[in-house]
């Protein structure tokens, strides 16, 4: 990682009258490290399980949606199942975030 250099050819006096030299600082972009194999299949893994319990769980909740809302009593009642469901996602994130 390359630190910020000291750019001596402009100093100013800092206005006090005292002759104290203020110095500016440059600073250098630097680039990211690269990454090693090893890195990169941990993240591109850490992806596809994301996506695949996605999946579990999109499945699971679209198979059993019709059952709920037969026993809520009807179709007018999937709203507030839809809504429960992503109000129990947000909520989920929420306490994995905070962990």
């Known amino acids: 990682m390359k630190h910020p250099t000291i750019d001596k050819q402009n100093v100013n006096t800092n206005g006090n009258g005292n002759g104290a030299a203020a110095t ?8 990211p490290p690269a990454l090693t194999h090893k890195q990169i299949m941990l993240i591109f893994g850490g992806l596809m399980l994301g996506m695949l319990l996605a999946s579990l769980d999109q499945t699971i909740v679209s198979t059993a949606l019709p059952t709920i809302v037969g026993e809520l009593g009807g179709v007018t009642h999937l709203s507030w199942v839809i809504t429960a469901y992503l109000a129990h996602l947000y909520h989920c994130d929420a306490s994995i975030r905070e962990a």
């Open 24 to 31: 500016a600082v440059n600073h250098v972009p630097h680039e």
